[in-house]
Nanobody
Framework: QVQLVESGGGLVQAGVSLKLSCAAS????????RAWFRQAPGKEREFVAA????????YYADSVKGRFTISRDNAKNTVYLQMNSLKPEDTAVYHC??????????????????WGQGTQVTVSS
């Protein structure tokens, strides 16, 4: 099993930055991709960004491209999401996810095996 714990959420004003962290523990060697998803009230879970643990290739949703950056710290087994120029529409619970080899669509939540509890990000206008 893999445990994921998010931190760094909060209430901020539009235009500012926020950095989320996702610390992993357990059988993390079994996972090859870490990602961030978000879910706003009444909406489906939405892909935000992903990173391949080996090689570091990154992927972004169009809605956050150029504003958000996903990165990793191998030594700390932690993934980060740097969020700049935040907008009210970025308000959501942000979840960290990890998956084992063999998954297809990297942006599909159904292909991920492990999930964190989430951290709330609220952006006021």
């Amino acid at each position: 099993q893999v445990q994921l714990v998010e931190s760094g959420g909060g209430l901020v004003q539009a235009g500012v930055s926020l950095k989320l962290s996702c610390a992993a523990s357990g059988r993390t060697f079994s996972t090859v991709v870490r990602a961030w998803f978000r879910q706003a009230p009444g909406k489906e879970r939405e892909f935000v960004a992903a990173i391949r643990w080996s090689g570091g290739s990154t992927y972004y949703a169009d809605s956050v491209k150029g504003r958000f950056t996903i990165s990793r710290d191998n030594a700390k087994n932690t993934v980060y999401l740097q969020m700049n120029s935040l907008k009210p529409e970025d308000t959501a619970v942000y979840h960290c996810a990890a998956r084992k080899p063999g998954g297809a669509d990297i942006s599909s939540p159904g292909t991920y095996d492990y999930w964190g509890q989430g951290t709330q990000v609220t952006v006021s206008s």
